[in-house]
């Protein structure tokens, strides 16, 4: 399970807990109807331009062009680039949630649970790479970004780490281990997997899902309900 902002398909509590994939508090919404059409057209155009040209090399002119609208037009609804990401990214983060790894009852199998939250992290990853990418390249220049990104993952890793004290008090994950820190080992081994192979480099889903699974159950040293090592 990753630690960057992705989908998956089960989560362990209230979406509204973490904090948001950007700070939107400062921007106005339309009155009309018609504003907010305008603005939801220019936060697509923009996701289009940020996606093509990058962050840095993306321009306003680019952004209205692509939304066939005025630069005036753009500063109705946005004070500049930076915030006109933040509402790409709010409008995309129902989508790039990624929850964690999800409770597991006594009747699941810990293995079982760790793919599947594995595979859904990585199927939305790659739906969104190119966008997840951008996310990357902002929190490097931009330091109000990268702190919120470091506080988002902080909290993803608490998420994880409760799940395997979960498994360790259960007699099915290595008790020497710290949680927390195997969390951030274990989750951080899956984003950068996943940027690394599924931007640009097109590395087969499966592939990748068995490899970071497996990694996932030795790490911790993964056992059944039964004691044996988990498969």
Known sequence: MGMTDSGAARTDGPADDLPPLADTSGIRAPSTRRGA?????LVTAARTVFERDGYLA???????????CSIGTFYTYFAGKEEI????????????LHPGMP????????????????????VAFRR?????????????VDPAFRELR????RAFA?????RIAEL????????????????????????????????????????????LTRLWINGLRLTDSSGRPAR
């Open 37 to 41: 059409r305008t603005r939801a057209a």
């Open 58 to 68: 993306a321009r306003l002119s680019d952004i209205t062009a692509e939304a066939r």
């Open 85 to 96: 990401f933040a509402a790409v990214l709010e409008a995309a983060q129902d989508d790039m």
């Open 103 to 122: 409770h597991v009852a006594d009747d699941d199998d810990p293995a079982a649970v760790i793919e599947a939250s594995n595979r859904a992290y990585l």
């Open 128 to 140: 969104n790479a190119k966008l997840m990418a951008l996310m990357h390249q902002v929190a490097a």
């Open 150 to 153: 470091r506080r988002r993952g």
């Open 158 to 162: 608490e998420r994880n780490a409760r």
């Open 168 to 211: 360790q008090q259960r007699g099915q994950a290595d008790p020497g281990i710290d949680p927390l820190q195997a969390s951030y080992a274990l989750s951080g081994m899956v984003s950068r997997m996943a940027m690394d192979q599924l931007v640009g480099e097109g590395a087969d889903l499966e592939e990748l899902v068995t490899v």
